[in-house]
Structures are given as structure tokens and as C-alpha cells.
T-cell receptor, first 110, second 112 residues
Framework: EDQVTQSPEALRLQEGESSSLNCSYTVSGLRGLFWYRQDPGKGPEFLFT???AGEEKEKERLKATLTKKESFLHITAPKPEDSATYLCAVQGGSNNDMRFGAGTRLTVKP | DTEVTQTPKHLVMGMTNKKSLKCEQHMGHRAMYWYKQKAKKPPELMFV???????INESVPSRFSPECPNSSLLNLHLHALQPEDSALYLC???????????FGSGTRLTVV
């Protein structure tokens, strides 16, 4: 069965303090790994898709990387507006549906 | 149009009521999804429609009944819900294949 584990569960950073979020996954036949941002009471907002080990994607202060077992979301010099829950999801195996990890709640203090 | 629109945004219903949640997209996506999300938990898949046909039903109780009238619309009919069904209900759409989903803002459902 597909499994997605995110760590840490919560992360508090000072503005400008760079860090990384981890997503470990187990899936047979990975078709895609996805990162989303979710603000309280809102639907997830799509950030990145990674398809194969070694692939990297960047968007503003965010950079996502992928290996055969995990993905990292690197946040460089974060700002308070980056505060949100970041969700990782995988698609693969016998189902085409997307399975989500529990998320990392990021708080960036000014 | 790059949005998924969900209505209503908030819904309070009694356990004997019948109500419907609506979802609409005009991006030409041929796959549409219903997810349920409890507070501080990840979204849980309920139903998947592909080309207007139900393709995945994650053993959801029969008090939830999905409907896909056409490729742009998705409904979730609710009947005889329980208080534990209170949650954020999210609709999403995508092209088929490993593509990111576009989510709506959700319907916050409270069952009293």
C-alpha cells in the first residue's frame, strides 16, 4: 500500500531562516510526486510535480527535489506569508488517485 | 478560467436533512474528485469520476451520493448525515495521468 510520511509535523522559523521539509514515500511505480500549499480553511494550492529521481523544480523561495525514496521542499529566506501547511502527495501503483501525507505546518515569524 | 468553484462555502444541516454540494470547472479537465478533510488532517479521497463515470469509490457510506451530470459539474448529495461527518469537503479536477490537481476552496459542512 502507498505510504507518504512528512516531517517535521510542525516547523517554526524566523523570517530569513532557511530550512527544508521532508516527504518520504513508498509506492510501487511512482507516476508523480506533488507538493501543495494549504492555507487554513482553503483548498490545497498546487505547487510542483516531480516525476523522476534527480528532478528539481523551483518557484520563488521554494525548491523541490526528488530521490527514489524521498522529496525535500527547501525554503530559502522565508517570509511570514510563506506560513501555511505544506502537503506532499504521490500518485502511482495500481491506483491513479493521489495519496496525501499528513503535512508540515510551517510558521514564519517576522 | 483556471478555477474550481464550490458552493455553498458553508453549510449547516440537521441529521434528517437532505442537501447537495456543487462543484464546477471549465478547464476541460476530464477527471473530478471529492475529498473529505478533517481539521489538521490530510485530505481523504472519497470519489473519483473519469470521463463522467465513477471510477473509484473509497468505501464511502451510502449517505454520501455523488453525481456527475456532465464533464464540468460534480455534485455530492447528502442525506441522514452524522455529526462526525462534519468536515471540509473539497472538490478537485485534473487532466488524466500524473498531473497536479486544481482544488476548490471547499464547503465547510457542520452536521447538528
Amino acid at each position: 500500500e502507498d505510504q507518504v510520511t512528512q516531517s517535521p509535523e510542525a516547523l517554526r522559523l524566523q523570517e530569513g531562516e532557511s530550512s527544508s521539509l521532508n516527504c518520504s514515500y513508498t509506492v510501487s511505480g511512482l507516476r508523480g510526486l506533488f507538493w501543495y500549499r494549504q492555507d487554513p480553511g482553503k483548498g490545497p494550492e498546487f505547487l510542483f510535480t516531480l516525476y523522476s529521481a534527480g528532478e528539481e523544480k523551483e518557484k520563488e523561495r521554494l525548491k523541490a527535489t526528488l530521490t527514489k525514496k524521498e522529496s525535500f521542499l527547501h525554503i530559502t529566506a522565508p517570509k511570514p506569508e510563506d506560513s501555511a501547511t505544506y502537503l506532499c502527495a504521490v500518485q502511482g501503483g495500481s491506483n491513479n488517485d493521489m495519496r496525501f501525507g499528513a503535512g508540515t505546518r510551517l510558521t514564519v515569524k517576522p | 478560467d483556471t478555477e474550481v468553484t464550490q458552493t455553498p462555502k458553508h453549510l449547516v444541516m440537521g441529521m434528517t436533512n437532505k442537501k447537495s454540494l456543487k462543484c464546477e470547472q471549465h478547464m476541460g479537465h476530464r477527471a473530478m474528485y471529492w475529498y473529505k478533510q478533517k481539521a489538521k488532517k490530510p485530505p481523504e479521497l472519497m470519489f473519483v469520476y473519469s470521463y463522467e463515470k465513477l471510477s473509484i469509490n473509497e468505501s464511502v457510506p451510502s449517505r454520501f451520493s455523488p453525481e456527475c451530470p456532465n464533464s464540468s459539474l460534480l455534485n455530492l448529495h447528502l442525506h441522514a448525515l452524522q455529526p462526525e461527518d462534519s468536515a471540509l469537503y473539497l472538490c478537485a479536477s485534473s487532466q488524466r495521468g500524473p498531473q497536479g490537481y486544481t482544488f476548490g476552496s471547499g464547503t465547510r459542512l457542520t452536521v447538528v
